[in-house]
């Protein structure tokens, strides 16, 4: 399933959400560039999507969620990827 939270952090002029898998990153990949997402989008477990990208990523069937959501979907399904433990 992929979910998405509502825009909320402004960065460049924008406002971003997170769009997020609980199967895999594939499937993540996929549903992202069906939205126009480009892959530079993608930050270690999610992509950073400008919120007019948020109605096309609901109307193609993610579910909207809380932030808090989107990372309790990520550490339940073992995607997490925190940024202390990235390098």
Known sequence: MIYVDQPRWPA????????VSDVSFAELHA???LIGAP???????????PSVRVP????????PVSSREIAARLRAAGLRRPKHLTR
């Not at 460049?12 to 769009?19: E, F």
């Open 12 to 19: 460049h002029g924008r406002v971003w959400a997170h769009l």
């Open 31 to 33: 549903f992202a560039e």
């Open 39 to 49: 892959r530079r989008g993608f930050d270690r477990d999610h992509y950073d999507i």
């Open 56 to 63: 096309w990523a609901i109307w193609l069937g993610a579910r």
